[in-house]
């Protein structure tokens, strides 16, 4: 069961009335004088026995909460309270609450407050953000680092996060002016330390090079082939955008297509940059099948706009004549859970192994080597992926084995030191057969 609680104002003078549970929950009222928690009971439970909350004491809790507020609002000039610091679990419960950087129910918000309570159990939950400096920072990532690698992972990428997302709610707090401008901060090059550090705790001699796992490009075009047969919104979900994100291309709309220009509006989201996409012959023609023949073509006669990928299941795909409905396109658009599973039962299909990492990201990936050996520009590998940076795609997707370029680099050495020039019989030498048995 959720507590009844009620805030109003700000600290100093913020009042909370809630219910006590271990007082068989009557209602208390709780505020800050001279440093130090004030309690004062109301006297009354806010709840009936069988546990539903009571209206009128709920609105009388609340309007003594304002009143008491009011009144440290008035006397605030007599004895004005020396504002305390907020702590860690006070920041963390505001950046979740319903005001919050993170007010609803997302993965991202789930893992947000893992690594919060994390952050928690080993800085202590009254840790002012103003007295966090770089020796907490620090013991909060080698404590991740090691604690991830006793569970047999490398960790450094955990530790990274954890202190990514206290950093993301300390700067938070900062734009909301709950904490100085001064505290709770890292320079810039705070990642260089935690790769020091993990160096340190396991005993490797060179960076951490992450496993990226990726498709080869025979089972990217064969994934693209077989995934109507999976789902008629996994076969236009991947014939539009098996390159980008796909994140982003299922909640594409109708009017994200402009079949006649042959163009398709990819949407921007927060930091992730949108992409305008110049469609091929075919994906056109994936187009034309979905809204004339295909899954969605009773939502083209219905609605002047609707989503391609819309939520739940389509009605007839037993038959093998699968149609999406008006309704189904007000459930928003498909998540990231089924697309997974497409995905998965694509590798079945087409009896490609499965490799932990690969899914969307391992078709993203293989899109960028694809280009790369089609010698792609990098302004054109940046488009084809929609990154807002052309170093993305070569830092993070690109794939590390390098060996045409290593080899194109021989090639150019081999010319530049003139080597098997007749001008300098010295620079032919006989072909190359490994060092003798002594080792010279």
């Known amino acids: 069961m959720k507590y009844w609680r ?3 104002g700000d600290s100093p003078y913020k009042v909370t009335a809630h219910e006590k549970v271990e007082k068989r929950g009557v209602i208390y009222l709780r505020w800050r004088h001279r440093g130090n928690w004030k309690h004062r009971s109301l006297g009354k439970r806010i709840r009936k026995p069988s546990g539903a909350i009571i209206p009128a004491v709920e609105q009388w809790a609340k309007e003594q909460a304002q009143a008491k507020y009011a009144d440290l609002l ?6 004005d309270p020396q504002p305390t610091p907020m702590t860690l679990r006070e920041g963390f419960r505001l950046a979740i609450s319903s005001n919050g950087k993170y007010p609803a129910d997302t993965a991202h918000r789930r893992e947000v407050i893992r690594e919060l309570e994390y952050a ?10 103003t007295t966090i400096k770089r020796a907490h920072f620090r013991q909060l990532w080698r404590a991740k680092i090691q604690e991830l690698q006793a569970k047999g992972r490398q960790g450094l990428r955990g530790a990274e996060i954890t202190v990514s997302r206290l950093l993301a709610v300390a700067s938070w707090l900062r734009d909301e002016e709950k904490i100085p401008s001064t505290a709770c901060v890292l320079p810039r090059t705070w990642k260089y330390e935690v790769a020091k550090d993990w160096r340190l705790f396991t005993g490797a001699e060179s ?12 089972e990217f075009r064969t994934l693209i ?12 979900l991947l014939a539009l ?7 982003q291309v299922r909640r594409a709309w109708r009017s994200d297509l402009d079949i006649e220009a042959a163009k398709f509006v990819v949407r921007g989201t927060g930091k992730k940059r949108g992409a305008t996409v110049f469609l091929t012959e075919e994906q056109v023609a994936a187009v034309r099948e979905a809204i004339g023949t295909g899954y969605l073509r009773v939502l083209e006669e219905l609605g002047p706009d609707y989503r391609l990928f819309p939520r739940g299941k389509i009605r007839g795909s037993s038959k093998g004549d699968p149609v999406a409905t008006m309704t189904m396109s007000d459930r928003g658009p498909v998540g990231p859970t089924a697309t997974l599973k497409w995905i998965l039962k694509a590798e079945k299909l087409a009896g490609i192994q499965h490799v932990k990492g690969r899914a969307t990201y391992g078709l993203r990936r293989q899109g960028v080597d694809a280009a790369d050996a089609e010698g792609i520009s990098a302004d054109g590998l940046k488009e084809l992926g929609g990154w807002a940076d ?5 830092k993070i997707y690109r794939s590390r ?11 150019v050495r081999r010319r530049l030191r003139g080597e098997g020039s007749e001008r300098n019989p010295k620079r032919n030498p006989p072909e190359f057969s490994g060092y003798a048995e002594t080792g010279k």
């Open 6 to 8: 009620y805030d109003i």
């Open 74 to 79: 008035t006397r605030k000039g007599e004895s």
């Open 120 to 129: 928690c159990l080993i800085l202590g939950d009254s840790t002012p953000f």
């Open 207 to 218: 960076d951490y090079s992450p496993n990226r796992p990726r498709y080869t490009l025979e």
């Open 225 to 236: 082939d077989v995934a109507p047969k999976i789902d008629p919104r996994f076969g236009l």
């Open 241 to 247: 955008g098996a390159e980008l994100r796909l994140g």
């Open 390 to 394: 052309k170093q993305i795609p070569d």
């Open 401 to 411: 084995d390098r060996t045409k370029a290593a080899e194109e680099a021989r090639d």
